[in-house]
């Protein structure tokens, strides 16, 4: 569903945020990023995604190239940035309808797909209200029901996790293992790790741009939790990467 080849992403002044990052994500996974603060988990995102141009390497989403085929790419994934920006002077349902409008989702599919999703996050007795009234939490609700309502072949997700509250960290996280359970996909990147350990089929960590680690959660884990290996894999990479001044 996600495949990534040889991603290298360099910014102005030379600085390479992501170098020669490989890595699959099949239908039925979730895929856990995970990685400190400027690691390059946001930025390989933003390739991904196609806010960001890369330097080298190819991204193909479904089969299709990121760089050659952005719109049909586009057409088969959602993305929840870790700060949606809404228009705040639309109200919630408004809003929605636009992204059922984006996503081509005929009057009785939108209709069946909004009630759904706006009961199960609990907003929908405020979807008439101006979303510059709602909370940061429902404003995180209302955007994950906007990448949810056509139902995305591949669902990315950057920190989806902080600021929702634990009953819609748990109805999200429902949602993703359903998705999946259809044959689509998952790729969210986290540094809340207990998350990702109960949570993921398959991890890769990032360190300084680089991939460090990558696998089956379970065959990553061994006996050792996330936390332990994340910590031993991160340091160790950070560590190479000083003595090689990187």
Known sequence: MLRIEHLTKRYKGGKTAVSDLSLHVRPGDIYGFIGRNGAGKTTTIKCVVGIHEFDAGEIRVDGLSVRKEALECKKRLAYLPDNPELYEYLTGIQYLNFMADVFQLSAGERREAIKREAE???????????????SHGMKQKLAIIGGLIHRPGLLILDEPFVGLDPEAALKLKEKMKALCAEGSAVFFSTHVLD?????????????????????????????????????????????????NGD
């Open 120 to 134: 199960d996050f609990g907003i929908y007795d405020a979807l008439g209200d101006l979303i510059s009234s709602y």
């Open 195 to 243: 998350v990702a350990e109960k949570l993921c089929s398959r991890i890769a960590i990032i360190s300084g741009g680089k991939l460090v680690l990558e696998g089956e959660t379970g065959q990553v884990l061994g006996n050792r939790s996330l936390e332990q290996i994340f910590m031993e894999v991160a340091v160790n990479a950070q560590t190479d990467q000083t003595v």
